[in-house]
């Protein structure tokens, strides 16, 4: 890396002509927060966008119909991972696609210690106290598997930062308001009341969506880097991504 800032590309006709079959997507989402996931060339060489929406909720979808069609290119940007050796691109893609049809039910939780996902697409926690993923985590352990680590994550248990648990308040009012909406349909709950309350009452140790998306402008035998390497190069993609226009509810 060097002192200039690259943007992220957002055309995606770059990445089909490239020669590059996986990239790291960066979005802002309707809430006007970042949200991370895998772009990828499957094995019929259509583009696809594998990612973890929420707990218990793995989507793999084509790119067409997730960004395309909804207009939401422009909100929408990538950077391409620097892998091009056939063989382990074969097996990344093949790896990408059990997980992608395994779509095992993941809890969202923060605190990453390294878990993967397995041969036949089963996420493998690392440790008894790892309980599950976020979007960001999502990446490093759909890839750690395939011995493609981005980042040194355990640096970011050792970081303190205030507005990761505001973060994380907003995500657990989030959970007991799903849970109390499905009471309400008598659907009973969407999401473990114990996992919420385990969430509430844990310190949030947060890899963002950004950082993970830093990490691709490193070369692949620079990987994996530190949280100083991509805390400011993750405040600029942050920046450099637009926000939403908020809708005015009358």
Same mark, same amino acid.
């Given at each position: 890396?060097?002192?200039?800032?690259?943007?992220?590309?957002?055309?995606?006709?770059?990445?089909?002509?490239?020669p590059?079959?996986?990239?790291?997507? *960066?979005?802002?989402t309707?809430?006007? @927060? *970042?949200?991370?996931?895998i772009?990828y060339?499957?094995s019929k060489?259509?583009?696809r966008? *594998?990612?973890?929406?929420?707990?218990?909720?793995i989507?793999?979808e084509?790119?067409?119909?997730?960004?395309?069609?909804?207009?939401?290119?422009?909100?929408?940007f990538w950077?391409?991972?620097?892998?091009?050796?056939?063989?382990?691109?074969k097996?990344?893609?093949?790896?990408l696609?059990?997980?992608?049809?395994r779509k095992?039910k993941?809890?969202?939780?923060?605190?990453y210690?390294g878990?993967?996902?397995?041969?036949?697409?089963?996420?493998?926690p690392?440790?008894e106290?790892?309980?599950g993923?976020?979007?960001?985590t999502?990446?490093l352990?759909a890839f750690?598997?395939?011995?493609v680590?981005?980042?040194?994550?355990?640096e970011?248990?050792?970081?303190?930062?205030?507005?990761?648990?505001?973060?994380?308040?907003?995500?657990?009012?989030?959970? @007991?308001q799903?849970?109390?909406?499905?009471?309400?349909?008598?659907?009973?709950?969407a999401?473990?009341?114990?996992?919420i309350?385990m969430?509430?009452?844990?310190?949030?140790?947060?890899? @963002?969506?950004?950082e993970?998306?830093?990490?691709?402008?490193?070369?692949?035998?620079?990987?994996?880097v530190?949280?100083?390497?991509?805390?400011t190069?993750?405040?600029?993609?942050?920046?450099?991504?637009?926000? @939403?226009i908020?809708?005015?509810?009358?």
């Amino acid at each position: 890396m060097n002192g200039t800032f690259t943007p992220p590309e957002t055309e995606i006709k770059k990445f089909q002509e490239s020669p590059y079959h996986f990239a790291i997507s *960066l979005m802002r989402t309707d809430e006007n @927060r *970042l949200h991370t996931g895998i772009l990828y060339k499957d094995s019929k060489g259509t583009v696809r966008i *594998l990612h973890f929406a929420f707990h218990h909720l793995i989507k793999d979808e084509l790119y067409d119909n997730a960004i395309a069609q909804k207009n939401e290119s422009r909100f929408f940007f990538w950077v391409c991972i620097k892998l091009t050796q056939p063989p382990r691109v074969k097996s990344i893609m093949y790896h990408l696609e059990r997980i992608a049809t395994r779509k095992a039910k993941v809890a969202y939780a923060f605190n990453y210690k390294g878990g993967s996902f397995n041969a036949k697409g089963f996420y493998q926690p690392k440790t008894e106290d790892e309980l599950g993923l976020t979007c960001s985590t999502f990446v490093l352990a759909a890839f750690k598997e395939a011995s493609v680590t981005f980042l040194k994550f355990n640096e970011w248990l050792e970081v303190t930062r205030s507005d990761d648990e505001i973060f994380k308040a907003e995500i657990v009012q989030y959970m @007991r308001q799903r849970n109390a909406e499905f009471l309400q349909l008598g659907r009973g709950n969407a999401i473990d009341p114990a996992h919420i309350e385990m969430l509430a009452n844990s310190p949030c140790k947060r890899i @963002r969506p950004e950082e993970v998306v830093a990490s691709a402008y490193f070369p692949i035998a620079k990987l994996p880097v530190g949280f100083k390497s991509v805390e400011t190069l993750g405040e600029k993609l942050n920046q450099h991504v637009p926000k @939403r226009i908020p809708i005015l509810k009358v």
